[in-house]
């Protein structure tokens, strides 16, 4: 049984530019959480989809964007990347809105 | 608002010592509170949680935690540590809607030979 698969495991991209992260979840479970976490702290959370609706969102600028598909896999947009975007983008799934989270285990974004 | 401390960034234990790692939050209500370990270039996996009954709660990989009201506090404990726990640990709470954890800064685990 597959677990939280995300892609790409790592991406360089440059200053200014729009980048798409992917995430699948797991298996039975139909909400998918996203979350950053900069070098040495702890993860933030971005926002949540459930019903392919954003239903929860933190203290996160526009630039942020998702999507949840009727499969249930979600999609991390970030817009005119700045140097502080680099971190790693954690995709959480749970069966609804509880806290039976599996984590994935990232994609590293690195901006230059 | 919610938040979490962790207050001791790096930890340093021998081998088959006893560990305790200190978790304080600030909630509203009653609080959701989960620890999570994370090893290098990985995600997180859950250690244990609480939400409501017994303020002992146990997990897994022999670790439990205690649920304290009156010091806001969720510390995580350990009897004997492995050299394989050497890892972050973070301390997490959950609003009640179930659908937003946050997360205190961690506390890196070393373990000594």
């Known amino acids: 049984d597959a677990g939280v698969t995300q892609s790409p495991t790592h991406l360089i991209k440059t200053r200014g530019q729009q980048v798409t992260l992917r995430c699948s979840p797991k298996s039975g479970h139909d909400t998918v959480s996203w979350y950053q976490q900069a070098l040495g702290q702890g993860p933030q959370f971005i926002f949540q989809?459930?019903?392919?609706?954003?239903?929860q969102r933190g203290n996160f600028p526009d630039r942020f964007s998702g999507h949840q598909f009727p499969n249930y896999s979600s999609e991390l947009n970030v817009n005119a990347l700045l140097l502080g975007d680099s971190a790693l983008y954690l995709c959480?799934?749970?069966?609804?809105?509880?806290?039976?989270?599996?984590f994935g285990s990232g994609t590293r974004l690195t901006v230059v | 608002a919610q938040s979490v401390t962790q207050p001791d960034i790096h930890i340093t234990v021998s081998e088959g010592a006893s560990l305790e790692l200190r978790c304080n939050y600030s909630y509203g209500a009653t609080p959701y509170l989960f620890w999570y370990v994370q090893s290098p270039g990985q995600g997180l996996q859950l250690l244990l949680k609480?939400?409501?009954?017994?303020?002992l709660v146990q997990g897994i990989k022999g670790f439990e935690a205690e649920f304290k009201r009156s010091q806001s506090s969720f510390n995580l404990r350990k009897p004997s540590v492995h050299w394989s726990d050497a890892a972050e640990y973070f301390c997490?709470?959950?609003?009640?809607?179930?659908?937003?954890?946050?997360f205190g800064g961690g506390t890196r685990l070393m373990v000594k030979p």
């Open positions: 959480a799934s749970s069966p609804g809105q509880t806290y039976g989270y599996t």
């Open positions: 609480y939400f409501s009954g017994d303020t």
């Open positions: 989809y459930y019903e392919e609706e954003e239903r």
């Open positions: 997490a709470v959950g609003n009640n809607a179930g659908n937003m954890l946050t």
